[in-house]
């Protein structure tokens, strides 16, 4: 973190040491950590608190609901409320960003010149991709 005179007594994060470009930066790194600490302990504590809520009743015959019905329901949202197409923003960034990073990651790191783990290990990785997406898809 810095060294002070020999004789220092004082705390690093009171800031009674002389101060120096370096004490600062490091001043500001561990109370932006504290507060970030403090801030998931809070949600944390909350999230214990959170009660579950009764699910909601199902529908009278939703139960064999074709891809059909369900798609024309989708479109049905959306002339009744244009608002939900602002949402398609997302799924579009989403989707350039997930393949960017794909092919960032297993042809420049995974698969670059001196990579460690080589261009055969390429396949691994990017079906390792939708198997971990797939797994946070279920409840």
């Known amino acids: 973190y810095g ?3 020999a004789d220092w007594k004082g ?8 101060e120096t470009a370096e004490h ?6 561990v109370i932006t950590y504290i507060v970030f600490t403090c801030i998931a ?3 944390t504590v909350g999230m214990s608190f959170i009660k579950s809520f009764d699910p909601p009743a199902k529908k009278p015959g939703a ?3 074709s891809l059909m019905r369900k798609a024309m329901a989708a479109i049905e949202i959306m002339i009744k409320r244009p608002e939900i197409m602002l949402l398609g923003m997302f799924n ?7 393949a960017y990073l794909n092919s960032y ?14 261009k055969d290990k390429v396949g691994y990785f990017t079906a390792i991709i ?9 409840p």
């Not at 990651?105 to 080589?118: D, N, Y």
């Open 3 to 5: 060294v002070c005179h």
């Open 105 to 118: 990651v297993t042809g420049t790191i995974i698969g670059g010149p001196g990579s460690a783990l080589g």
């Open 63 to 65: 139960e064999g609901a």
């Open 130 to 138: 939708p198997l971990v997406a797939a797994g946070f898809a279920f």
């Open 92 to 98: 579009v960034q989403f989707g350039v960003t997930s």
């Open 11 to 18: 705390s690093f994060l009171t800031g009674e040491c002389p």
């Open 41 to 43: 302990v809070a949600s």
């Open 24 to 29: 600062q930066k490091w001043r500001g790194i």
